[in-house]
C-alpha cells in the first residue's frame, strides 16, 4: 500500500467556522507533511511532523493547527481562516527525514476554500 | 528568493520525440534533486532522484541529468507519449534543523501531442 489518503476532497467554510483536514498513511512512514499550494505555484510546505513530534513549522500563522495523533494521522485543524487561505492542502509522507532516496509520496490533497 | 528555477512555464512535444525539461538552482547546498510530475486535481508523484554526488540516473525512459559546476539539470523523457501530459515538479532536498526539506520550482506544463 503505497497511498496517502486525505478527507475531505472538497471543504467549505466560512471565515468563523471550525474544520479539521485529515490525512492517513499505512506504509509505517515516520515523517509526515502539510503543504499549501494556490493555483499555478508549486507547494509550500508548512509543517513537517518526525516521529509524532512537530520537527519544522515554516512560520504559518496560528489560525492552523497541526495535529499528530499518531504514527499514520496527521491532522490539520482550521479555525478563523480568511478567503486569501484558499487553495489546495496537500499531505505528504516519507520513510523518515533524513537520509537517501529522500522520497515524499503524496495524498490527492483536499480543495479548501474560505466565504 | 527562487532556489529552484524551472524557467520554461510549459513545454509542447509531438509523441515519439524526446522531452526535456529544465530546473536551475542557486543553492550548493542541496543533497538531493527530485522530479515530481503533477495531474490535475492530484496530488504530485515522485517520478525519479539523483543524488548531488552523480551525474545521471536513469529509470525507463526518464533520465536525469546533474551539472553542478552549472547548477543545473534536467529530466528527459524519450520517447514522449501523451499520458506524460502532466506538470513537471523540480525539487531539492536540504537540511534544516535536523530535518531534510523539499524546496519545489514552480513547475513546467509538459503538452505531448499525438
Known amino acids: 500500500d503505497t497511498e496517502v489518503t486525505q478527507t475531505p476532497k472538497h471543504l467549505v467554510m466560512g471565515m468563523t467556522n471550525k474544520k479539521s483536514l485529515k490525512c492517513e498513511q499505512h506504509?509505517?512512514?515516520?515523517?509526515m507533511y502539510w503543504y499549501k499550494q494556490k493555483a499555478k505555484k508549486p507547494p509550500e510546505l508548512m509543517f513537517v511532523y518526525s516521529y509524532e513530534k512537530l520537527s519544522i513549522n515554516e512560520s504559518v500563522p496560528s489560525r492552523f493547527s497541526p495535529e499528530c495523533p499518531n504514527s499514520s494521522l496527521l491532522n490539520l485543524h482550521l479555525h478563523a481562516l480568511q478567503p486569501e487561505d484558499s487553495a489546495l492542502y496537500l499531505c505528504a509522507s516519507s520513510q523518515d527525514l533524513v537520509g537517501a532516496s529522500y522520497e515524499q509520496y503524496f495524498g490527492p490533497g483536499t480543495r479548501l476554500t474560505v466565504t | 528568493d527562487q532556489q529552484v528555477k524551472q524557467n520554461s512555464p510549459s513545454l509542447s512535444v509531438q509523441e515519439g520525440r524526446i522531452s526535456i525539461l529544465n530546473c536551475d538552482y542557486t543553492n550548493s547546498m542541496f543533497d538531493y534533486f527530485l522530479w515530481y510530475k503533477k495531474y490535475p486535481a492530484e496530488g504530485p508523484t515522485f517520478l525519479i532522484s539523483?543524488?548531488?554526488?552523480?551525474d545521471k540516473n536513469e529509470d525507463g525512459r526518464f533520465t536525469v541529468f546533474l551539472n553542478k559546476s552549472a547548477k543545473h539539470l534536467s529530466l528527459h523523457i524519450v520517447p514522449s507519449q501523451p499520458g506524460d501530459s502532466a506538470v513537471y515538479f523540480c525539487?531539492?532536498?536540504?537540511?534544516?534543523?535536523?530535518?531534510?526539506?523539499?524546496?519545489f520550482g514552480k513547475g513546467t506544463k509538459l503538452t505531448v501531442n499525438p
Open positions: 525539487a531539492a532536498t536540504i537540511l534544516q534543523g535536523g530535518s531534510e526539506k523539499l524546496v
Open positions: 539523483i543524488s548531488s554526488i552523480k
Open positions: 506504509m509505517g512512514h515516520r515523517a
